[in-house]
């Protein structure tokens, strides 16, 4: 049963009314486009197998590298209670020296990988590396050499043509890219026949590359494992790139360790060529005076007291280095340059207190430098090895001090016996006594070279003895199956794209098109009952009801005439309006068709085309020009001049609109209309009033006190949603009487109701609105008929 909205609660302007949301609706609703999802997906797979045929193979290459453990900080335990020093931390600094562009520039540099070379085959491309008869070295870029594409194949063993210019091989020669020099590659399996596109770049542009295809991760957060791992597109390049990578890393870490050995060694080179001439010229003058003094040799109690002035004398020399080194040392304690690195040489100093301090101060001046490569310097952890440094400086100076103290009184008392030896030779014979002096002169300077001989023996044995602070575990490997393009994920990749384009299309379609789709759109809107639902027709016939009585668009019209005796029961003689917001949504097609359903209950029934502007009844009907509602009003014609029955339908009469008047609200609004509905409730059971639309003219408005029901026409995918919200305005207003909706001219393919319709038609009324179906619809109607 149809209730009467004019009796229920008046609800605001902007209130809306929530329907539940149904999701076979919205499934039917993508459903019918399910032919154009399919192709969608058909050509996002054949792209995606394109694609992965496009794209070149990555192999995943890795090593396993052992970092490891560098010693004990002395104040370690301080750091770890302030969490700023610990093994994990220390193993991060490691990480990202392994990645750092300083390394991978120096793999670059040693593996010449600044020169690529691809081969194109088909939709193929593959990455060449050591499989090529030739590499080319771009010896002088020109301005287009860098980041250009060139092509270059081998003719014979004597040239290749590089970008149709021939080249020989090992002669630099001018070429557009620049000036290149091409070296021919004699101890390798050549598997490479044709062009070959070649790509010059510089290291600085390369390294990064890498780098960013490398990947290192800890074993566990215990362990000091590093698992290194890279993608490329050439197993054997990869393998390449990490061992030289992890070999580039233990020579800077040797290098690092190896500079305070090479300073020892340095300083003790240079001491040892002024010793060595010095001993030359010594030995030279002890000759000389022999010689000249004709002394072959001395007695035996100048010979004692020789011995004991000599090992006397190597002491104090041995002091005296000490000293030199410990003013080396005090020199670069005092020194303002914080981020000097290089120790003085500690080759001859014995005080075990003193060389610990400076190994860890070399120590913590090394765990500095390596974190400034990776952190900033106003990191808390390098902040903290300043504090560390400054402490160990201070230390180290106060311990210097003492030794230097120690050496003072040792110094004083070898100084007091070479006074007792010296008076004991004053009574040996002056010729003896002279050679005494030469000779003791020349034991110091050879016992003074023979140390030092000694200390660069050890020191250049310490300095080959250094190892790196790594250690390879496993060598580069990698499986030989490429693991990208990974063609399932690009498959399903395209797959989802292909499905999910075309329903977003469908979606933003839906979302921006603001005509009504479905009952649930209007019930949103309006508290207005629709009283029928009416499915698009398909036959040419405006008068379906009459020639198609089986049809399901007749059963539905005659589902709106059962229900209208719910509507206005106290009428006996019902007038009906039709009307609408805009013209074409079908106000004609409904009136006349449930005016012929009416007629066929044996009801005496009679439609008003009250259109005065724009008639279409005439053509539409097939009717001949005759009088009609402007003539009756203006007086030109009775009501019986004006009546024509409808020859198809018994009981169905029909008037038409007449000849256009200049003024139709005007007329309407004369009191002949009243008079003309007065008439026809005596005769006729139904009165059809089919009403111009009311969102363009107020003739509507004129006649809804006249009308006894008042149905407004809303069409499916034509009725925009603002048009429902004026019908609601409206019915707060409560202008017409009794007032519902006919929801008509729903496509069978729409999810509306659960079964639908398929025909067009179309009534033009001024200026008819642009057809909203879109080209899709048209060929889906095309096609079904």
Known sequence: MVSDPNTS????????????????????????????????????????????????????????????????SVDKDLLEQLNLYSSDKVLDNEVQILKSDMLMEKVVQALQLQTGYVKEERFLKRTLYKNLPFKIELVKPSKIGYGHKWIASAVDTNQIVFNGKRVPYNHPVETEAGTILVTRETDINNEVSGPVNVYFSTIENVAPRFNGGLNIVAASKESTVLFISMED??????????????????????????????????FITDRLTAVAAELGDVEKNVAHYKSSNEITDIGTQSGIFLSNVQANDAQLVKIELEFGILKNLEDYLKSANVDQVKLPAMQGVDDP????????????????????????????????????????KITTLQTLQNVRSGLVITRKQLNDQNSKFESLIKGVPSKERGLIDVMREQGIKNTLFTYLLQKREEAAMSLAATVSDSKTIDKAKSSGMFFKPAKNIIYITFFAMGLLLPILIVFLKNAMDSTIKRKGDIEKLTRMPIIAQIGLSEEASPMIVIQRPRSMIAEQIRALRTNLQFIATESKNKVILFTSNISGEGKSFISLNLGASLASTNKKVVVIELDLRKPKFTSTLGLTETAGVSNYLIGQASLQEI???????????VITSGTIPPNPAELLLNGKIEELITELKKEFDFIVLDAPPIGLLTDAQILSPYADATFFIVRYNYTLKDHIRLIEELRQKRIFNHPSIVFNSIEKSSNSYGYGYGYGYGYGYYEEPENKNSWLKKWTLNKRK
């Open 353 to 392: 207190t003193l060389l610990s301090l400076v190994s860890q101060l070399g120590e913590a001046l090394f765990k500095r430098e390596s974190l400034l490569r990776t952190t900033q310097p106003k990191n808390p952890i390098v902040s903290s090895l300043n504090d560390q440094i400054k402490a160990l």
């Open 9 to 72: 609660g008046e609800i605001n302007e902007h209130n809306v009314i929530e329907s539940e949301l149904n999701v076979g609706d919205i499934f039917r609703q993508y459903l019918k486009y399910w032919h154009w999802i399919a192709l969608s997906v058909v050509v996002f797979l054949t792209f995606g197998y394109f694609y992965s045929k496009s794209q070149i193979p990555k192999y995943n290459v890795n090593i396993k590298l052992l970092i490891k453990d560098k010693g004990q």
């Open 233 to 266: 597109e050439s197993p054997i390049r990869g393998r390449d790139i990490l061992t030289e990578l992890v070999n580039e890393y233990g020579r800077i870490s040797i290098e690092d360790k190896n500079k305070t050995l090479s300073n020892t060694l340095s």
């Open 643 to 653: 009546i024509r029955p409808f020859k198809e339908q018994d009981n169905l009469y």
